[in-house]
Nanobody, 115 residues
């Protein structure tokens, strides 16, 4: 019912910046919360950030002060601005939203931070 398509991943040097985008389509409304998760090889998936329809945000401690989440409801798009990137930020970043009873995930975009 909902499709999520991420973009913006790539290779960046430590200390650099990237901006990820996620566009939602289908049975999606501006009332849906949206967020970003990440998973590195051999590690568990973890929440990076989420944002509700009213702008309330949750930011993971590991990225607080460096990453910012925002959304443009007119475009059904959520963004993740990543600054001061570190090698430990290397992971597949996946977009997420939830409707009653089910979560939806994008296919993910790879972010690689080199030393």
């Amino acid at each position: 019912q909902v499709q999520l398509v991420e973009s913006g991943g790539g290779l960046v040097q430590a200390g650099g910046s990237l901006r990820l985008s996620c566009a939602a389509s289908g049975s999606f409304f501006s009332s849906n919360p949206m967020g970003w998760y990440r998973q590195a090889p051999g590690k568990q998936r973890e929440l990076v950030a989420r944002i509700d329809s009213d702008g309330t945000t949750i930011i993971a401690n590991a990225v607080k002060g460096r990453f910012t989440i925002s959304r443009d409801n007119a475009k059904n798009t959520v963004y993740l601005q990543m600054n001061s990137l570190k090698p430990e930020d290397t992971a597949v970043y996946s977009c997420w939203t939830v409707l009653p009873g089910i979560s939806y995930w994008g296919k993910g975009t790879l972010v690689t931070v080199s030393s």
